[in-house]
């Protein structure tokens, strides 16, 4: 067991923790920080995994570099999009709304610029 | 020259997509066209090389493998290149029409286009299996991007669910791929498939290859994880939705199938190959049976997608441990099912845009009396559902076709069940429309008329779709290209 190993692990961990929250929790935010917990975990995979092969690597490191942005980025998206879609319905899981009114109770949020 | 080339393809749509962040809609019109046809002639230009010289692989920026990013051009990726070129194409021209100029929001769908199309580019073209997950993202984020320019709650609703299962299922190919980093020390698919060939690698877990299929999967909405695709397809803008059913889903699937078919031998599994190719049965005929029962004309079409996406998972079973000659031709068929679908369901979504514009409604049963008033729009829609159906010449009957041929040489029979069913499902789904809009029994009979291009684009794609079965053989041609000699430039 190297260190190397044990962050590999770790990240297996982490995914796993991830992947019951992001499963189980109905709240957005929540969901997108579960998301963020899955890929801490898999970048750590990736790392420790590769050094535990083949020795120090800056390939992986790189690559994880590349991930984080990424995941910024759809971060970023996913709470622009969590924030707008509070304003209009009030709502902050995916639930269904009553049927009958998932399009028309929408119409009045006079739209600004996104 | 194929600097040029290569320069157009990646660097130009990324390019528009700064460009037409600058400008309104209706300026972001004019560039893009601009752009539409400078991507179909470096399009077409990259074909022109590779038919003349074989397929090759291109170090981006001069780059060799294991630092730079490495660049496939072969056949297959060059047939995708050209479908996207004609389909993204259409499908631009399509919204510079059918978008309200007047809505400010709409001025963000020509970025967001560009950064798609420059995603799917670097999703056919790649190598490297970490850049292959830049361009899913890529396409993701903007494919979320454009559904939510609907801009209501609906769609931010469908969004977000999109989004968050595109994320979950590229965290598991990443998760996979990391795995086979550790493994192999490589990035590179051609340099795995090398490596697994050469035989001095020590066999290869399971859970890799399940990782990375199932997280593609997912981006791809096999059943049962194709719960989100059917709100955003439904609710999106149609030309955005012709564009997600069209492309989107191919790229991941279009990554499937590499890894599968380079490693699957080695990776895979007979166990694996048939559950894949269970679950695209079941696709096929639940998704036409829940295309059957929607109310909303635009959830039939988009239901119909997850019906359609099931026929290409029949790869799987049907590549691995088989003769050559099958693997071929599964792989045919296939690469047709692909292309038909993608022009058949375009034409399909923007011709429901028409009638839904026209009827102003969503619902199918709204459709009333619209048969004598937009046939145009409803004949492409038709001619689309027959190459859905695969009913000869279309090009869904010529995959069908080759697909039932590799069923039965392969001795895996019953996958002949499924392409047949498959076929009589959607014809009920497509009759179904067609005898909703010819009730006469209506005292409406105003009809908003759309623009006369935006009746012609989906008889073309359809046209396009229909006549494919008639050149299949130049079309497969194409795809057959095999690498040069040399290997490199």
New interface residues.
């Given amino acids: 067991m190297t260190p190397s190993l044990l962050y590999a692990f770790a990240g297996v961990g982490l995914c796993t923790i991830g992947l019951y929250g992001f499963v189980r929790l109905a709240h957005l935010l929540r969901k997108l920080l579960a998301f963020n917990l899955i890929g801490s975990g898999v970048f750590l995979v990736m790392v420790g995994l590769a050094q535990h092969h083949n020795g120090p690597d800056p390939v992986p490191q790189a690559l994880v570099l590349t991930g984080i942005v990424v995941a910024i980025a759809a971060t970023a998206l996913a709470v622009v999009l969590i924030r707008r879609y509070f304003h209009l319905s009030g709502q902050t899981t995916l639930a269904e709304p009553a049927r009958g009114n998932d399009e028309g109770a929408s119409q009045s949020g006079e739209d600004r610029q996104r | 020259m194929i600097l040029w080339v290569m320069a157009g393809l990646l660097f130009t749509p990324l390019a528009w997509a700064v460009l037409t962040l600058l400008t309104g809609f209706r300026h972001g019109r004019w560039i893009s066209w601009l752009g539409i046809v400078l991507q179909a002639l470096v399009s077409v230009g990259l074909w022109a090389f590779v038919t003349r010289d074989g397929g090759f692989y291109y170090p981006l920026g001069g780059w060799q493998s ?1 630092l730079g990013i490495e660049l496939r051009v072969d056949g297959l990726a060059v047939t995708f290149v050209l479908l996207t070129a004609v389909v993204a194409g259409a499908c631009g021209w399509h919204a510079s029409l059918y978008l309200d100029p007047e ?3 709409h001025r ?1 769908f020509w970025p967001l286009f560009w950064f798609l199309w420059a995603g799917l580019n670097v999703v056919w073209l790649g190598d490297d299996l ?1 850049n292959l ?2 361009g899913l ?1 890529l396409i ?2 903007s494919a ?2 454009l559904v ?1 320019l609907g ?4 769609a ?2 469908a ?3 999109y ?2 299962a595109a ?2 299922g590229s ?1 598991f190919y ?2 996979g ?3 086979l ?3 192999f ?1 490589s ?1 590179s698919l051609s340099g795995i498939a090398g490596l697994l060939e050469s035989g001095d690698v020590e066999s290869v877990p399971v859970v890799i290859m399940v990782l990375m299929l199932f997280g593609l999967a997912m981006k791809t909405a096999l059943f049962p994880l194709h719960k989100w695709l059917p709100p955003a397809h439904g609710i999106a803008k149609s030309p955005v939705s012709a564009l997600l059913s069209a492309l989107v889903v191919k790229a991941s699937f279009y990554i499937a199938a590499r890894v599968w078919l380079e490693t699957g031998h080695h990776m895979g599994g007979y166990a694996l190959g048939q559950l894949l190719g269970a679950l695209g049965g079941a696709a096929v005929i639940w998704g036409s049976w829940l295309a059957f029962r929607q109310e909303k004309l635009k959830q039939v079409v988009a239901y119909s997608s997850v019906a359609q996406i099931g026929y290409l998972f029949l790869l799987f079973p049907l590549t691995w441990n088989v003769s050559e000659t099958i693997s071929v031709q599964a792989q045919q068929g296939m690469t047709l099912q692909v292309i038909s679908h993608a022009l058949a369901k375009s034409a399909m979504f923007l011709a429901a845009g028409n009638l839904i514009l026209s009827v102003g409604s969503n619902r199918v049963d709204a459709l009333a009396g619209v048969s004598r008033f937009l046939p145009f729009s409803l004949f492409s829609f038709g001619l689309a559902g027959v190459s859905l159906m695969g009913l000869p010449p279309s090009g869904g009957f010529a995959a069908k076709w080759l697909l039932l041929q590799a069923s039965l040489a392969s001795g895996q029979w019953w996958w002949l069940a499924v392409l047949l069913f498959g076929g009589l499902l959607s014809a009920a789904y497509v009759f179904r429309v067609y005898r909703a809009s010819f009730v006469e029994k209506t005292d409406v009979d105003e009809f908003y008329h759309p623009h006369r291009s935006l009746e012609v684009i989906p008889m073309i794609l359809a046209l396009l779709s229909l006549g494919l079965g008639l050149v299949a053989e130049p079309v497969l041609s194409v795809m057959a290209i095999s690498f040069s000699e040399g290997g490199g430039l």
């Fill in positions: 294991p809505k400010s929001w963000y970490f997950y830049v993202e993701s984020l979320v991007g939510a801009g209501q709650a609906g931010l609703r969004a977000l669910r989004l968050l994320l979950l965290l990443l998760l791929v990391a795995l980093y550790g493994q020390g990035l």
